[in-house]
């Protein structure tokens, strides 16, 4: 070694005056980062202290204050380190079943164009919700809130081999949605994480087959995996598309959608598509017992009168509280359900406009044929302020089509339409996941099609025609039995003589909510003790606590590998130390009830005394001081119940 590095040595060890001064002054940090390889709270950083919990904390307060994410913008939020690892597990749980389908994972760019959401219809009608905007070159973007354009085009652009399919790619990948009122955390935000699997088949038969794979594997990972109570629901397919759909609900407080279950047979739906049964007039009603409601289309064109025997004395309604809005709007498609005083419009529509306004009567089911006429006659039809109008609107004397509908909000104890005896229960739920049997509704806009052999075809047709002659032995929900045809969308006849011919793709399109399953679990679970989490999902399974000062760190770590360790009899358990040595055990005990471990080991007096852990399962009520060698089987016995 030169001099020169000898004197450089020399004052590289030696003590800076100025250091020594600081520190004698200044307090220096006990944090130690340790790289052993056991997962430690010393290193993970898990800000879940400094902020106090409010009177009326919810869910979402508290995975604020366990530090699993905050909020940097109006439904924009980070994830913390412990928020990311729930969510990386429950994508690796995601990963697992999509690869049991036969499913490759791909990932497409978030921003697409508006000319492709021009081309499916759909830019128009949810135009209001996108983040739209333009690259210098003045050309329209949007970030996708899904991807069904985008995947169509790619594959009708990739694919030209019938022998491809069934293709099924999937991606798990950020989303974008311009929400108008943002809400509840993680449940409605704008920035979001979700799963969208996209299925293509050359038969609807075909589709339909897939569908139901990818029902059950829904199923395995809702309630099998994570031991959720979830309601699979009929559903409208709304600006998606398609002719089946099902969606897969939590019950909760703060859903947003009501659900109707049987409590008989197995209907259950959303209440966009639900229907109850059917009541006939039970008694004679006056025209004085008989309300209105009035509505009005969002062109202001048509007027809309709904009578119902109710106890308001006849006196009109705008409340859309008391109409089942969706089912008024297989008669009205285009009735503006959000207006609460839509009289007041009609008023607004005559004086503006010299047209004549049509009117439209709709009569629930219960209101007597009799009666119906009687309002007829009593000319209750329009409001006394606009008599005056009368001759600008032509009416009739009630919709016949109306006459044998219940066209009031389904309640608690209506009756089943499936079943005779079964009543119906309305639950608040939220969605985690939805199911979509596309069919031709994207393929067909984007010419996106497959050459096909005829012979197949043929083949497939003949089997479905089998099946159909034994439909009494298939259940009578089964969409492939009960698929009228299951024959292919032909893009064109076929020349004569030809061995193949061009079909459109039968598409599927399922989601899963993957941040706000996130946030309706924590809600789902959550105690004022703090969260809970399936242990499938939760950023570690079990936490060992101690007193840095009095329990040796060598004999934490022991306990720590025991639980990790891959046993035969035994999983490993994912495991955590709280090794931080400035908080006592209440506050760490405290700290691992909020956080919401599934299973806490704790290495207390009796730990010290006699070498056994107390173990606690909140969810399971279970506190119990367990002996070494039964430690890893205690664990995993708890484990497997949640």
């Known amino acids: 070694m030169s001099s020169n590095m000898r004197v450089l040595a020399a004052r590289l060890t030696r003590p800076c005056a100025r250091i020594q001064q600081s520190t004698s002054t200044a307090t220096i940090s006990k944090r130690a980062l340790h790289v052993d390889g056991r997962a430690r709270l010393t290193t993970q950083w898990a800000p879940s202290g400094g902020i106090a919990a409010s009177v009326d904390e919810d869910a979402h307060g508290k995975l604020i204050r366990a530090g699993f994410l905050r909020q940097t913008h109006s439904g924009i939020f980070h994830l913390l380190p412990f928020g990311l690892r729930v969510q990386e597990k429950l994508t690796r749980l995601i990963d697992r079943y999509m690869q049991g389908l036969g499913a490759s994972k791909l990932q497409m760019s978030a921003i697409s164009s508006e000319a492709l959401w021009e081309q499916s219809g759909r830019l128009s009608k949810t135009g209001s919700e996108l983040f739209r905007f333009e690259d210098r070159k003045e050309s329209r973007f949007l970030l996708s809130p899904t991807h069904e354009e985008e995947i169509t085009s790619l594959v009708a652009s990739s694919v030209s081999s019938y022998k491809t399919l069934p293709l099924r790619l999937y991606q798990i990948t950020a989303k974008y949605r311009d929400e108008l009122r943002p809400r509840q955390g993680l449940l409605r935000g704008r920035d979001f994480s979700m799963k969208d699997l996209y299925t293509f088949d050359f038969t609807a038969a075909r589709a339909l087959q897939t569908y139901e794979s990818v029902r059950e594997a829904y199923s ?141 009567n709709l009569f629930d089911s219960r209101v007597p044929g009799k009666t119906r006429h009687d309002i007829h006659n009593s000319k209750r039809f329009v409001p006394p302020e606009l008599k005056k109008y009368m001759g600008r609107i032509s009416y009739a004397k009630h919709s016949r089509a109306s006459s044998n509908v219940n066209l009031l909000r389904i309640h608690d104890g209506d009756g089943c339409p499936r079943c005779p005896s079964g009543t119906l229960t309305v639950q608040k739920a939220i969605e985690l996941g939805h199911t979509f049997h596309l069919g031709t509704r994207y393929s067909e806009l984007m010419n996106a099609s497959i050459n096909v052999p005829k012979k197949l075809l043929v083949e497939e047709a003949a089997e479905i025609k089998e099946t159909a002659n034994g439909e009494a032995q298939h259940p009578v929900d089964d969409p492939v039995s009960a698929s009228p045809t299951g024959t292919a969308a032909v893009v064109a006849p076929a020349p004569e003589g030809s061995t193949s011919v061009h079909v459109y793709y039968q598409m ?69 130390l709280d090794d931080r040595p400035d908080f006592s055990i209440g506050w760490k005990l405290n700290d691992a009830d909020l956080v919401g471990y599934p299973v806490v080991v704790v290495l207390g007096r009796e730990w010290r005394t006699s070498k056994k852990a107390e173990v606690q399962c909140r969810r399971l009520d279970f506190k119990q001081n367990v002996p070494l060698d039964e430690l890893k089987s205690c664990v995993s016995g708890l484990l497997s119940k949640l």
């Open 220 to 360: 395995k990972i809702f309630v099998d995996e994570m031991k959720l109570p979830i309601l699979v629901a009929e559903a409208s397919s709304g600006d998606i598309g398609g002719d089946l759909s099902h969606e897969y609900h939590i019950p909760t407080p703060l859903g947003e959608d009501n659900v109707m279950s049987c409590s008989s047979c197995g209907y259950v739906a959303n209440e966009e598509v639900a229907t109850s049964r059917t009541v006939e007039p039970t008694r004679d009603v006056g025209p004085d017992e008989v309300s209105v409601w009035r509505g009005i289309s969002k062109d202001r064109k048509t007027f809309v009168n709904v009578w119902y025997v109710g106890d308001e004395g006849g006196e009109p309604s705008s409340s859309s509280s008391i109409v089942n809005v969706h089912t008024l709007k297989q008669f009205v498609p285009e009735l503006d359900a959000s207006l609460e005083h839509a009289a007041s419009h009609w008023a607004l529509a005559l004086e503006s406009s010299v047209e004549t306004m049509r009117l439209v």
């Open 508 to 576: 599927g399109c399922h989601g899963i909510g993957v941040s706000r399953i996130i946030g309706a679990v924590a809600n789902h679970l959550v105690d004022k003790r703090g969260l809970n989490w399936p242990r499938v999902i939760a950023p570690y399974e079990a936490i060992v606590v101690y007193v840095t000062k009095q329990t040796d760190p060598e004999e934490a770590n022991m306990v720590h590998d025991l639980l990790q360790k891959e046993e035969q009899e035994h999983a490993p358990v994912d495991t955590i």
